[in-house]
């Protein structure tokens, strides 16, 4: 079992940048492909981001390729996703968590963007 904090959200304006960190626990992170998803008011949780076990391989949502880059580091259990170029259609709440394997879910992370 594994279980996910996310942070690193905040308030920032259209345009501007945000990282995103979730740390895992417990065993399993090292092994399974992760991705970032998110809830937008009003909408259903999304996957707008997703990395290969080992790092190697990205994928990403037509919404958000070009702007956000996830990574990760196995070593630290860490998952990251940098955020560029923001949007106010990016507003949601993001959290991370397996592809294949769900776990339980975090809190989440807020991310409020300005226009």
């Known amino acids: 079992q594994v279980s996910l904090v996310e942070s690193g959200g905040g308030l920032v304006q259209a345009g501007g940048s945000l990282r995103l960190t979730c740390v895992a626990s417990?065993?399993?992170?090292?092994?399974?492909?992760m991705g970032w998803y998110r809830r937008a008011p009003g909408k259903q949780r999304e996957l707008v981001a997703r990395i290969s076990s080992g790092g190697s391989s990205t994928d990403y949502a037509d919404s958000v390729k070009g702007r956000f880059t996830i990574s990760r580091d196995n070593a630290k259990k860490t998952l990251y996703l940098q955020m560029n170029s923001l949007k106010p259609d990016d507003t949601a709440v993001y959290y991370c968590?397996?592809?294949?394997?769900?776990w339980g879910w975090g809190q989440g992370t807020q991310v409020t963007v300005s226009s």
């Open positions: 417990g065993s399993g992170f090292s092994g399974n492909r």
């Open positions: 968590n397996g592809i294949v394997n769900i």
